[in-house]
């Protein structure tokens, strides 16, 4: 493994010279994804996470250490661990364990959930917390609204046996979900897919609550052919392939320019 020296002299890992190119793209484009949270103002002080698989045989993936600001997070500083929660690289870091029994079961269970994002917005556990979840108020909501799974509250996520009903919930081809009473929740085959379907999630629920702040009596429904129509035009499953090319071609270099114009550092 390569190493640096520090100021105090002691040795740190180069995290870069001793993991594969698949490896650090994947670091890359994760703390990419954890500045870009912050920078939509979706973070929790040092809590929620994203985490990524990391490309090979291993069932390891990649998430944040548990005590920094997303700001903060850079390539070098995730962790890597199996899907027992042990840390598999040498580092200083350690990590949230509720951030692992949500990320962990749907790693394991989804081949497909390469990148799983997980938030705790006021807008998205507003939503998650209404009987209706979410509603046909808005063009946004129609196109991610046929995606969207949910999973009732069961605590914090401490209890290692939630993941198997979660992972029930998410079911095989959903791609977004509302934890009720909890938060928002996103998976991916890339940092960009799962980026968009989370942007399209919090925007639609931020417009719901604004919706219905003036009460539900004047609220305009879409009726469900629309809903149908609207989904068909713009949905956000793996195989919609003009949101695909938008995702991966448009929306996410353009994010990346944004990233290192203002919040730089990410890829050290």
């Known amino acids: 493994m390569g190493e640096q020296v520090m ?5 740190k ?4 010279s001793s ?7 994947a ?3 994760l703390a990419a994804l954890y500045r870009l949270i912050a920078m939509h103002g979706w973070d929790d002080m040092i809590f ?4 990524h698989r990391v490309p090979g045989p291993d069932h390891h993936f990649l998430i944040n250490p548990y005590g920094h600001f997303f700001e903060e997070i850079t390539a070098s500083s995730l962790v890597k661990v199996d899907l027992e929660g042990n840390v598999v690289q040498e580092t200083d870091h350690f990590i949230n364990p509720a951030g692992f029994t949500i990320h962990s079961a749907i790693h394991d269970a989804r081949d497909d959930a390469k990148v799983v994002i997980h938030v705790h917005t006021d807008q998205g556990v507003a939503v998650s917390s209404q009987k209706e979840g979410l509603m046909p108020l808005s063009q946004t909501a129609m196109i991610v609204r046929e995606d969207i799974a949910y999973h009732d509250y069961e605590g914090i996520a401490l209890d290692l046996d939630e993941r198997e009903r979660l992972v029930a919930d998410l079911g095989p081809k959903k791609h977004s979900m509302l934890l009720r009473n909890h938060g928002t929740l996103t998976i991916g085959e890339t940092a960009a897919s799962a980026f968009t379907r989370m942007f399209f999630l919090e ?11 003036a009460g ?3 609220v305009l429904e879409c009726d469900n052919d629309l809903q149908q129509k609207v989904a068909g035009q713009g949905g956000m499953t793996e195989h919609s392939s003009g949101m695909s090319m ?3 071609k448009l929306i996410w270099p353009a994010l990346l320019r944004k990233l290192d114009r203002e919040m730089p550092g990410y890829d050290a």
Do not use: F, K, P, Y
Request: proline share 0%; glycine share 4%; net charge negative.
């Open 19 to 25: 993991v594969s190119a698949e490896e650090w793209q």
């Open 27 to 29: 670091r890359v484009d």
């Open 48 to 51: 929620t996470h994203i985490s």
């Open 203 to 213: 925007r639609a629920c931020n417009m719901q609550i604004m919706a219905l702040s």
């Open 216 to 218: 539900r009596d004047g």
């Open 7 to 11: 100021a105090d002299g002691a040795q």
């Open 246 to 248: 938008l995702t991966e």
């Open 13 to 16: 890992v180069d995290i870069r």
